[in-house]
Each structure stands twice: as structure tokens, then as C-alpha cells.
């Protein structure tokens, strides 16, 4: 059973999200749908800027940033599509308006990834805003729209209720997450077997030469919000114990091999730090493996992609021994047409790391 919560305005109106009181959220108990009229106005944002709207849901010291909206000038958007015609700026992977339009915004939430939302504590919900242009970016005051909590429907007892198994949290954890497994079942990381086919694996990915975590690059920031919540119920539950947590760094083919290897161990390390600032995990817990250049992703992404002259890259890569030689041979063949199809349909999704998997001593369980 669903029970629809409907949201009164707590705060003045102000530009950045429209005051329709149509503010909605909808608890169901596998899932939380949220609501809400966004728009910005084109006297809030400068001539050559886009404003980026992040809905979030806050419930004590946790945060649920949902997906970004962003909402340009007629001249930013202009200039941004200028720069994706001629690939200069990436596409867009985001909701896009011009300023003075008006969005039905709807996002969803599922209980494994933020069950906190559920608690009975109070939720609020908000509108992160930052304008970027040309020159620089500005974060703004987050903007505070409604409040809320979950009620738990009443449930009528039956007179002798059947016992119920107790289970730890990560027990149930376990459960829903095949990242979380027993120390009695630890596994070196296999270089072999594509990143992208390791069950439950959690991956953020990176920008061209980058080795730093943005949150706002993909959809890294749901992806980090996952990792984050699920390691730190692991750790404060009082009956298990992390031993170790497994990370895997790769880059794409392109450049050097020497280069690659960097990036590859730099994004490992970077996702580490990216939880350590939320979770108390010490150094020792992590495994850090320096993946290199993902050569079975890429296989693997080319054999699942149909594109002219799939099945002769295939072929260079199976045969050719020499990562030197089979990269020069992949980027002359057909003149390069087939090469410059990968760097833009494919090679973006190697450069990434990996939250593969968290070892727990199973031992304290009861």
C-alpha cells in the first residue's frame, strides 16, 4: 500500500523552483516517488550561464542527491551546442531546458539504496543550485522546499504471530547486493573478466586524463551515494566486521601504456578517498588494484556492439600479442573510421573504477 504525503511550502517563493504546491512524495515501501514544478528565471542567470538544479532529500546527516537538471540562457545554449557539433563538449546526459521554462520534474528512489529515508525521522526536501558559464562556476544556497516522514501503514497482529528469524543488517544487506560476500569466499581480482560483467559492481567513471571523482559527471552521483550507504550500514553493524574492500582502477587504450597504467592506479586510489570522506574506513581495509588499460571491457563492449568493421577489430585484438602493435593497427585500420567511432560510442566507458566487492567476517553474526 502507497500513501500519498502531500508537501506544504515552508519557504517564500523564489526563482530557482516554482511554488505551485504541487510538491509531492510518495512513500511506498519499496520505493519513494518525488514531485515538483521546476523552473528558473532568465533574470537569475547571466547572459552567457546555466544554471544546474540538484533535488535532494536530507534526513539528518544523509543525502540523496537525485538527478541534476539543467537549465541554460539562450546564449550558453547556444555556444554549448556549438561545442557538441563540433566535439569540443561532451553530449548531454541530463534533463536540458532553456531559462523561463517550466519542468514536471519526477524522480524515484528505491529503499536498498537510501533505506534511511525510511526511518520515521523528518526528511526534507531541497534544490541544490550552481550557475556555470565561460569563466566560472558559482555555488549557491540550497534552497529548502518541504518536509516530510515516512509513516509506517498499520499492520493488524495476529494473535501468535509466527517467530520471525533475526538477521544482522548486512545479513539482509547480503541478500540484495552480491558486492557484499564472505571472507571464507575471497577472490583476487581477475583481469580477464570484463569490469562491467562483475556482479554488483558499483562504477563511477571519469572525464579523458582525469583522475578525479566528479559527482556531476554521469551518473556518478546516485553511483557514490550507493557505495557510501552500503559500506557504512556494513560498518556500524556491531555484528560483522569489514575485512577487506576491493577496488579496481582501469583506463581506456588511448595514449601510452605508461600513461594508462597511472590513471588507472590514481581513479582506484581516487574512488578510496571519495569514501573515506563519508565513511570511517581505514587504509588497511582497502584493496587497491591497478587495472591498466581495460582490454576485456573494450572486448567484451566491441563484441556486443554491431558497427562496420566489428569483427576485424575483434580479430586484431585476439591476435595481435603487442599492446603497441595492436593499438597502431586499431587506429589505421579504414583510415581511422573505425577508431574515431570508439573514442565516441566506447572508449569513454572504460575509464572508470570500481567498487567490486566488500569481504565480511561472518564469524560475530548470530
Not at 541544490?128 to 562556476?137: A, M, T
Not at 520471525?164 to 540484495?176: A, F, N, R, V, Y
Not at 546516485?222 to 560483522?240: C, H, N, R
Amino acid at each position: 500500500m502507497k500513501r500519498k504525503i502531500h508537501i506544504a511550502i515552508l519557504v517564500s517563493l523564489f526563482t530557482a523552483v516554482s511554488a505551485y504546491g504541487q510538491e509531492t512524495i510518495v512513500f511506498g515501501e519499496k520505493d519513494v516517488q518525488i514531485t515538483l514544478p521546476l523552473t528558473v528565471s532568465r533574470k537569475e542567470v547571466k547572459a552567457n550561464y546555466a544554471m544546474h538544479l540538484t533535488p535532494a532529500l536530507v534526513s539528518g546527516s544523509d543525502t540523496l542527491r537525485l538527478k541534476e537538471v539543467v537549465f541554460r540562457s539562450k546564449r550558453n545554449n547556444l555556444y554549448t551546442q556549438r561545442g557538441r557539433k563540433f566535439g569540443t563538449l561532451p553530449q548531454a546526459t541530463t534533463d536540458e531546458l532553456l531559462v523561463n521554462n517550466t519542468l514536471t520534474y519526477n524522480a524515484r528512489a528505491n529503499r536498498e539504496d537510501a533505506p534511511w529515508l525510511w526511518n520515521g525521522n523528518g526528511v526534507k526536501l531541497i534544490v541544490e543550485r550552481k550557475q556555470v558559464g565561460c569563466c566560472d562556476s558559482k555555488v549557491m544556497e540550497p534552497q529548502m522546499l518541504a518536509q516530510s516522514h515516512y509513516e509506517k501503514p498499520a499492520v493488524k497482529q495476529s494473535a501468535t504471530p509466527p517467530p520471525t528469524p533475526q538477521m544482522s543488517k548486512t545479513q539482509m544487506l547480503m541478500q540484495e547486493n552480491p558486492l557484499i560476500v564472505s571472507i571464507n569466499d575471497y577472490k583476487s581480482y581477475d583481469k580477464t573478466v570484463p569490469l562491467r560483467k562483475q556482479k554488483g559492481a558499483l562504477i563511477v567513471y571519469f572525464p579523458v586524463t582525469s583522475a578525479e571523482v566528479d559527482a556531476n559527471f554521469r551518473d556518478n552521483a546516485a553511483t557514490l551515494e550507493k557505495i557510501v550507504s552500503i559500506t557504512k550500514q556494513i560498518v556500524d553493524d556491531p555484528q560483522s566486521e569489514v575485512k577487506v574492500i576491493q577496488i579496481v582502477g582501469l583506463a581506456s587504450v588511448e595514449g601510452s601504456q605508461q600513461r594508462n597504467d597511472y590513471l588507472a592506479g590514481s581513479r582506484a586510489q581516487a574512488l578510496k578517498k571519495a569514501v573515506q570522506e563519508r565513511v570511517s574506513v581505514p587504509d588497511e581495509l582497502f584493496e587497491c588494484i591497478n587495472g591498466g588499460e581495460a582490454w576485456a571491457d573494450l572486448r567484451d563492449q566491441i563484441e556486443e556492439t554491431q558497427f562496420e568493421g566489428r569483427d576485424e577489430l575483434l580479430n586484431i585484438i585476439d591476435s595481435e600479442k603487442n599492446a603497441d602493435r595492436r593499438k597502431q593497427k586499431i587506429r589505421t585500420m579504414r583510415n581511422g573510421e573505425t577508431y574515431n567511432y570508439l573514442k565516441q560510442n566506447i572508449l569513454g566507458d572504460q575509464r572508470n573504477s570500481g567498487f567490486i566487492r566488500i569481504y565480511i567476517d561472518e564469524k560475530k553474526q548470530q
